[in-house]
């Protein structure tokens, strides 16, 4: 896989792929259209940035390039790529708990906070990518 050089993209399987940890000034993107929504990415070597109609949905420290990023109530998943490790938020319920997996291995059980943030360890510096899988616990 690789950075995505257009920013953002919707792929052929209709999951969005956002990102580029290669750039070294901030660099961004707004307006994106996908599925009704509004999308817009900021993103550059530190950070990568996405929100949705204005509001947080993604984002690592470092920046990352995200692939195959499909979200739905009940369950997120894509794949993540960088040059280091990373530390990836994300927006989901409010305390609500989630089963977490990272590249096929069980992370556990996390609660979100009041704000519905989640935060995960993306260890790329001994990958070249790893698959996040989030499901919500009934």
Do not use: C, W
């Amino acid at each position: 896989m690789a950075v995505i050089d257009e920013l953002i993209r919707e792929e052929e399987d209709g999951t969005l792929s956002f990102g580029n940890y290669a750039l070294t000034e901030k660099t961004k993107k707004d307006g994106f259209m996908y599925m009704g929504d509004s999308y817009k990415i900021k993103t550059f070597d530190e950070i990568t940035k996405l929100e949705k109609n204005g509001s947080f949905v993604y984002e690592s420290v470092p920046g990352t390039a995200v692939h195959g990023f499909r979200a739905t109530a009940e369950r997120v998943e894509f794949t993540v790529e960088g040059h280091k490790d990373a530390q990836v938020t994300l927006e989901l319920e409010p305390e609500q708990e989630y089963k977490i997996s990272v590249d096929g291995t069980d992370a556990g059980t996390m609660k979100t906070n009041l704000g519905g943030k989640l935060i995960i360890s993306a260890l790329l510096e001994e990958k070249d990518e790893i698959l996040v899988v989030v499901e919500k616990i009934d």
